[in-house]
């Protein structure tokens, strides 16, 4: 059964500073997913990442994607107040089922 | 605008009260999924269909069913909610093998 794990589960940090959330995972894959949810909302896809060594970086948000190690990051540069969200990662298991499997998310808080 | 849509979007029910949670897409996508939404849990796949008349079950598919009689819509249906079956519930449609998009989803409480 694949296991998708993120820490932390909260984050709490100031304006400013920089973060990372990771994302590992326990079986083979080659694609990897990072959205965002506000609260009371749907889920707001950031990044698609397609394969190994892949880096996507969009505005301060910059995700990267190792296979080998199973691994995914989420860095946070410089952290904004509009940052404040929930993440979530998922591990595309398109052959059995078409299904997402979610880490259980990392709620970020981003103090003024 | 291409969209997933579900209805509706919050529902207060009771214990063994037949309901349906509707999910349509205008993409032409062959493959649909019901996901619910629980703290600390992420969302977890219930259901899914590959195309019309093809379903299968998810991770968590226990008290659910689902249809898929037409190529843009797929029914979530639950016979006899119970409790914990509390839980924000998300729909998404693909292209085969291609990004997932969500609808909006629905808030169910079951009292």
């Known amino acids: ?112 | 605008e291409a969209q997933v849509t579900q209805n509706p979007r919050y529902l207060i029910t009771v214990t063994g009260k037949k309901l349906t949670v509707t999910c349509s897409q205008n993409m032409n996508h062959e493959y649909m999924s019901w996901y619910r939404q629980d703290p600390g849990l992420g969302l977890r796949q219930i259901y899914y269909s590959m195309n019309v008349e093809v379903t299968d079950k998810g991770d968590v598919p226990e008290g659910y069913k689902v249809s898929r009689k037409e190529k843009r819509n797929f029914p979530l249906i639950l016979e006899s909610p119970s409790p914990n079956q509390t839980s924000l519930y998300f729909c998404a449609s693909s292209l085969g093998g291609r990004e997932q998009f969500f609808g909006p989803g629905t808030r169910l409480t079951v009292l």
């Open chain 1, 1 to 112: 059964e694949l296991k998708v794990e993120q820490n932390p589960l909260f984050l709490s940090m100031q304006e400013g500073k920089n973060y990372t959330i990771y994302c590992n995972y326990s079986t083979t894959s080659d694609r990897l997913y990072w959205y965002r949810q506000d609260p009371g909302k749907s889920l707001e896809s950031l990044f698609v990442l397609l394969s190994n060594g892949a880096v996507k970086q969009e505005g301060r948000l910059m995700a990267s994607l190792d296979t080998k190690a199973r691994l995914s990051t989420l860095h946070i540069t410089a952290a904004v107040h509009d940052l404040s969200a929930t993440y979530f990662c998922a591990v595309d298991m398109r052959y059995y089922g078409n299904k997402l499997v979610f880490g259980a998310g990392t709620i970020l808080r981003v103090k003024s």
